[in-house]
Each structure stands twice: as C-alpha cells, then as structure tokens.
C-alpha cells in the first residue's frame, strides 16, 4: 500500500498474571497500518492475536493484564500515554472493534436504536433525532431490511448475521480510520460469512477504513487481506503481502497452516494434514523457537536459540519472518511436513 | 397485559382460598380454644361466648360462615381477644403504621444497598470494596433486634438524638426502619455486587467499553439493568422478611403497627383476627410478587410476560 | 494395495491423534477448588474459624467449664466479666463421680452382677409402663365426660391393659427374685445394685446438666475424672440468675450451629432436588411445580411457624412426638428447613434451565456421555456456585430466624440454651439507668463471627467454583 501510515505499533509486550505464572501474551510485535489497507492477523486459538488487538483499543483487563512496553501510535499520537478519558475519545470514533461473538456482544436489555445512537451522541455531540436518522442510514447501508422498525427491536429479536450487522453499522457509525474486526465471521454460517466479509469490503472502498482481521481462517485472509501477519505463541513468526505469503511461505508454521486447508485446486485425493503437538504452555515458553518442538525443520540449534527477525526488502515492500532455517521457498522443493 | 393481570387475578384468588383453608385447618388443629386459658369463665359465659364467634358450630359451617364473610362482605368478624373492636378496624389502624416503617426501610436499604453493590464491584479488592462487604456481612449477620436494642442503647439512652419508642413523627420512625432495613441493605449490596461482577464480565460490556464510553456511562447504562436483575427477584422474598422484622420492631420501638397484633392472635386463639392478618399479609406478598414478575420483564426484554 | 496402505496410514493418523489428546489432562472440579480456596487467606481463615468452633462446640462437655444450668442469684447475679476462681458447687461432683465409680468397680467382681442387674431394669421398666397405664385409667375417671362402659367395651380397653401391664410387671419380678435366690450372693448384688441405682439417681450431673445424652454424659463423666470439680470463672461474667456466660455461649454454640447446618441441609436436599427436577424436565411438569412454589412463596410462612409451633408445644402433643424419638429441635428443624428452600428450588432451576441449553452439555452428549455424568460431571458442578453462595445466605437466615423465634418465645426452650435465646435475655434486662452488656455483646460477637465467617468461606468458594472468576 502506498498510502500513508495511520498506525504504528512497536515492540509491544503485553503480559498477564494468571494463578499458575505469568503469561506473555504478546511478546515484542510490531506492525503498521496504512490507510484503506486490511491487515490479516492469523494465529491459533491463545496465540495473542486478540490480546494485541484489546491493547490497540486500551482495553487489556488491569489487572491481572500490563501493556508491559513498546509504543502504539495512532496519527503521531502514542495512545499508550494518554488519559484513558482522552483515550475514550479516539476508541469507538477514531478506532472501531466488532467482536467474536454477536450473540453476546450486544447489550440484551438495551433496544437496537439505544445502543447505535449512544456512540454517535457521544463522540459526535448530535442530538437524538439526527443521530437516530443516522442509525437508521447506517441500518440501511449494512443491509438490515424494514430498518426504521427493526431499531425498536432488541437483539434477542434478530439473528446472528443481523445482529453482526448491527455491530458493524455501530462501529463504522463515526466513520472512524481504523476497523478492529476479531474473528467477526467465525460464530456465523458460512454463507453468512461471506456476506459480511463482503459487507466489510464494500464499506472499506466507500470509506477508506483501514481494516485489522483478525482470523484463523486463511482463506478469509487470501481474499480479504493486503498483509498478513502470522502470530505464534505471543510472537509474529511471518509477515508479508498476502499473495507473497500463500506464494511463498518462509516459516514452516505458515507452510503448516497452509497445508492445513483444504485446496480445491489441487489433488482431490490429496490428504490434509495437521501440525502436530499442542501449542506451548505460554506460562512456560520453551528457550528457543517457540515453534521449535514442533517443527519438522527444528533441530537443537532451534531449542536453544530465540530466532531474530529477518527482514527482506523488495521493491517498494518488504517481508519478515523468524526462522533461523533459511529454508527458501520450501514448496519448489518439495518439502512436505 | 390484560390477559397477564386476569391470570394473575385468577392465581390470587386461588392463594387466597389455598391460605384461607390451609390457615383455617391450623388455627383448628390446635387443641383448645380461645376460652379455656380463662379460669373463672364459668360454663354458660363460655357456651355463649361460643356461640357469639360461631365457634359451636361444627367446623364446615364455621368455614363457610367466615368465608362468607369475607367474600361477601369484606368482614373479618369481632376480634376475640379485643372485645370492643373488629378485625378490619384493627387492621385499619394498624396497617398505615407498618407500611409505612416498611416502606421507609425497603427504601433505605435499595439505595444503600444498590450503591454500595455497584462501587464494590467496581473497585473489587480494594479496600472500599472490603469495607463494604464487611459492612454488608454485619448488616446481615447481627439480627435485627440486636441491632436495634444496640441502637435504642447508643442513639437514645447515650446520645440521645432519636426518642426510643412511639410514633407520630419523622423522628420517631428512623431508627426502627433503619434496624429494620440494614440486613436488606447488606443483602441487595451483596447480589448487587455479585451481580455486577457477573455482568461486567460479559461481551457487551466490552462492546460498550469499545464504544469509547466512560466507566461511569458503561456502569450506569450498560451494566446497572442486568445486575438489578437478581435484586428484582429478591425483592419478594424480601417482602416477607420486612413483614416478619416488622414483629420485632414494632415490639421494641412500641409501634401501634399489625405486628404486635400478629403473634398474639396465633397465640390466643384469636381466630378471626389471625384469619384477617394472615389475609392481609397474603396480599401484600401477592401483590408484591406480581410487582417483581412485572418489573423483571420491564428490565429484561427477553423475559416472556405470558 | 494403496487402499490398505491408506487405512493402515489412517490407523496410524489416528492412533496418534489419540495418544496426544491423551497426553492432556484435566484437573477435577474439586481439587481445582481446594487449591484456589488454598490461597484465599479470608477464607481459609474463616474455614480455621469454623472448624475450630465446630470441634469447642463438639468438645463442651469435655471442657472444664462450668454448668450452664446452675443458678446462685444471691451471689453471683450479675456479676461483670471476673476471674476469680471460686469452688461453685455445694458438693463436689468430682468426689461423687469417683465414689460412684468405685462401686461400679465392685460391681464387676461378680459375674452374675449383669444378668441381675439387666432383670432389675427389666423390672423398673415394666414397672413404670404399668404405672403410667393406671395413672392414665385414674384421669380418665375423674373426666366425667367418658362413659365407664364405654372404656370396658373393648378387649384392648384401659383396664385390660392394666391387668396385662401388671402381669408382665410381676412376671418380671418373680423371675429376678428366683435369680437372686439361685445365685450365692444374689441378696448382695441387689444390694449393690439398689445403692447404684440411688447414687445414679441423685447425681449432682443432673441438676447441673440436664437432658444430656449418651455421649454428653460419658463425655461429662471424663471431665469429671480427669480435670475434676475445677472450672473457668466467669470470665464473661453472669446473667440475672447467675449463671456463667462463657459456659451458656459454648453451650448454646452446640444447638445454634446444629440448627443452621441441619435446616440449612434440609433445605438443600428439597430445594436443590424439586430445582433440579422442575428444571430438567421443563414442559407442564416444571410449569405446575413452578405454580406450586408461587403459591407457597405468597404464603406468610411466619404465620405457619407460629401455628406449627403452638400445636407441637401443646402438651399431649408434645409428649406423644416425645415418645416416638422425636423432640422439639428435630421438628424445630423440618420446619425451617421446609420454609427456606423455595428461593433454592428456584435458583437451582434457573441454573439448570440455562446451564441445559449451553453447548457444552451437547458437547458431552455427542461424546456419549450417560444422562448421569451429564447431570453430575457437568451440570452439577456448574450449579454448586450459585447454591454454595445461597448456602451462606440461608445459614445466616436461618440462624437469624431461630433467634427471631427465641425473641418471640417460641425457640428453643430452657434448660436448653441457643445464642439467640442468650442474646435475648440480655435483651431483657436492658434499661436506661444500666445496662449489662457482657449479656448482648458475647453471644451477639459469638453469633457475629460465626456469620462472618460462614459468608467469607462462601464468598471464597464462590469464587473459586466460578471459572470464569478463575483468571480474574
């Protein structure tokens, strides 16, 4: 993208204190954002790819949660250090979330119309008439029929797609630049996941919203995403435009993942396959690759030693990933896990 | 809402009737009978002062006759014990009084109660919260009369501020619904609180949280509704017991209220007069009830009236 | 070929996925508990607390306190929070334990003593039972009101039984006076066994602990042979007819935690299981019970207690409950915890109700778990939270409500001695010109921490029942 930058976060660590141990729940990422662009964020379950993104909006629990350091910047402005009242401005106006889960995210005893025109009145200072008429608008732009007398309605009364939809109408309610999307399709029908994914590409083009995904469903980052980055155990292990990355995957969690997922393409007999063993206790992080007892590729160098970050730069773009195999482009040679 | 209230309508006559009979084969269950804990009531008074209360008449027409009574005429009949008053000019008298020390004390303990519940939740482990809840568990755990003979000692005798018993003024009525009203204020903090922490658990309070609201907004507007809900419900419950703590008070702050009548009437076999209590009470517990269901489905709109 | 060489590949895929899921293990519901509860100091302090009260409470008779029934209003009424060490008791009791004792120990030199003395109870036993037949047959004659044909009618009439009552009375005793005769020192053994009977009798342990059971008894008896006569003064003071505080509160901890955890169950099992059931089966069976609990809960229930109570305080009554095992605690219990399970039918219900529909209850049944475990691994341990946490609320109510009871006169009855019944008769003897407090406070403090302590220990189970407070 050659847009310019909205978001810059650097090195941010954030950690937890549980009753068994302190967990690092994002260990060092960086990452920017440029305006219109959808960043794809894919990782396991536990691999702090929500985490990350509650502390973009400043909403990590405190405690047991700590941004621990690293810098969040948000047009120049880093909102790690402002007033959480200066911070309740840029969160739900400049910077938006729609979550998991829209049978639980909506407010059950609250109508449809509270909850839209609440944000609207709050950041925008409307009265209620106009910003009932906006609500109504917004309704209408994501799709939700007979909008003027659904927004008496409470969410018990709509389905779950709908009731996604309401989510996106209120957090794109401000226009704001940035959209903090966590795993906004996968508590919904497949069908209906397209429909909102789709939704959410139509008013990124109409609004120039920058678009945070977060999945774990690679195929939703292959048609949705410019960027990719892939999360595991707390730590960015890849990061790439996305067609680089399908194309060319440098870690061999990635490779993983990708072969992991049915190719409709490719040979209808082949078999797909899974990454072995569980993910790391994130209490107590091996010393090495996090990924190391679990890759094909690791060998005791991999245990022993946390791989850098290898940055390669090409034209007007760059990629990264952390791997201390150079393992090139593992599929022209036939490698397989 | 008209088919809710005639149903409602329906089951209250029928609680009526079910504590009508049930109470009426208590009081005659009892051996005994009002007249025979007076020694020099020779047999004749006693046989005509049978026969003025209905009490020589087999026990089917006794129930009936004050059935009829009270369907009919609204009457509960001649009180036993008092000679010279009806149970409805009792009840007439004595009803203002508790209702109103009710009234002040269910008051007093949702405001407490409710904020003292929210800022525990809020602050959860810190120390306002311990206070609180300290608070809240010595509200609950010293029983009432001890709290108010603490109070008449310190705040009367010692200090002097509130006069110790009698009713007619403001005054007079704050310390006992205080007493009254402390161990429901400790319990509506309680579920408050408990409620409170369950709800700002929940996605939608994140969702709120994402909004850009304040603490404050989020609290009053998103969280407060869910976690009254366990308050609502416990308002009937509550009901009874500020009925039955109403006995103590009115005992030891000397209130011309319902109670004192109360547990004399079961004691003495006043049956007319306990008839007409327990049917006052049952009301206002049955009105109360309906009240809570109401309300419930007023906060919660997915609670189905029908 | 490549069909087996694919299913053998599949068994391999799967065997492996297998042993890697077993490789994961969870931990129980209860050890999590235990080991989260472990760490909350409130709690476990409370849970100290608790155990600590439960086991002095237990322990009463066995320690040297002193009687909570004697009286001595002309020195010692009222006396203030002392410790000085005074010798109470006119006769010593320790004395007469040991003299009562020795003859015991003569007893067992002889080997007939058991069989004689197993008839001479006989004989005492049929002897009261007679007694109490003619006695009956004496009131029945004096109350005009009953026709004397009408008691002659029937076989089974009063006097029949007299008569029969009588010939077992003097069956029993020709059959002791033949054993006395045949055994060589029968005379002496009556003898003996007559002298026991008095000592027992006449024990100072009667007056000074009435109505103790089996095991209070033997356990007083210990006391008295290891510590003696000696007792702590009345370091809480005295009431107004002189009788130690220290002692009554310990005393009355017995009566008033065994009402708050016996109704409190009693009010569980119904309430827990009618929820459980009511919920579970939903449909018109949960409407009906529902309707059912409606109805009750627009019951004024004190009004019930209060008649319950005037009929099972009536003296025939009484005495018939009596004479059938039950006494007043035991209804006293029913009774509470008939009244307080209404909210717990209902929370558990709800619990239920809610807890059927979750996915995780699905999830067990795809994986074949039985209609049981479902109920127990998963549902139940689910519910526990919210019923431990209505647990502590009703343990307090229903201590409240006994105290309540003693306010009105309708609890727990002397000799017998509740905190509530001591924190009302401190009550009693407040006036303006000067107040006792020892008599509120220390039972009041007693009542208190007990409460706290039931609530703290609750609110820490709570939490560490709740998972979703687990991370919290």
Redesign the interface.
Known sequence: MNTPQILQVGNLQVG?R??TGYVSAVNGISFDLHEGETLGIVGESGSGKSVLNLAV?G?I?QP?GKVESGEIVYRGQDLLSLS??E???????RI??I?Q?PM???????TIEDQLT??TR??LGIPMSEARNRAVEMLERVGIPNAPKRIQE?P?QFSGGMRQRV?IA?ALSCKPDILIADEPTTALDVTIQAQILELMCQLQEDEGTAIILITHDLGVVAHNCHRVIVMYAGRAVEQAETEELFRDPRHPYTLGLLHSVLNVQGDPKA?LQSI???PPDLTELPPGCAFAPRCSYGDEECNQQVPILNRIKSEGTFREHRCLKEIGCLRDKGFRL | MLRILVTRLGWMVLTFWVVYTLTFMLMHAVPGGPFDSERRVSEEIKRNLEAKYNLDKPWIEQYLLMLEGIVLRGDFGPSIRLSDYSVNEVIAQGFPVSAALGIFAMVFALSLGLSAGVLSAMFRGSLLDLSFRVLATLGIAVPNFVLASVAVILFSFVLQWFPSAGWGSLKQIVLPALCLGAPFAGYIARLTRTGMLEVLG???I??????????R?VVL??AL??AMLPVVSYLGPATAAILTGSLVLEKIFALPGMGSHFVEAALQRDYPMAMGMVMVYTGLLFVMNTLVDISYGI????VDME | MNIADNQQ?NRDEYS?LLS?VQK?RGISIWRDVWM?IR?NGAAMLSLAFLLVLGLVAFLAPVLPLQSPQYQDMVKRQLLAPNVSQISLYKTSVAEYQRELDLLYERSRKWSEYASISRLYDDVAKTRTIWIEARDEIDHRFSNQSVETSEILQSDNSVPNRVQRYFEQFKAKRIQLQEQVSRSSDGQNILKLKETIESWEANHPIHALWSNSGTLTRWMLECRLRFVGDWCIPSVLGTDNLGRDVLSRVIWGARISLIVGIVATLVSLVIGVSYGAISGYCGGWVDALMMRIVDVIYSVPFIFVVIFMITIVKEEQLASWLKSHGIDQITVFFLMIGAIYWLTMARVVRGQVISLKQEPFVDAARVVGASRIRIVFQHLVPNVMGVVIVYLTLTIPQVMRFEAFLSFLGLGVEPPAVSWGLLVNEGIQVITPVRTYWWLVVYPGIALALTLFGLSFLGDGLRDAFDPRM???
């Open positions: 937890f549980t009753d909006m909403l629990p047991p959480s009242n911070m309740c401005r840029i969160r739900g106006n938006a979330m979550f889960d639980t995210a909506l407010n059950p005893y609250l609440e944000v709050w950041h409470y018990h989510m209120m078999r072995s063993g569980q | 929940q996605d939608y994140r969702t709120a949280y994402a909004k850009g609201l304040s603490t907004q507007k998103h509704r869910g906060i919660d709109p997915r | 590949n492996r890697e994961i989260r760490k687990k991370n919290k």
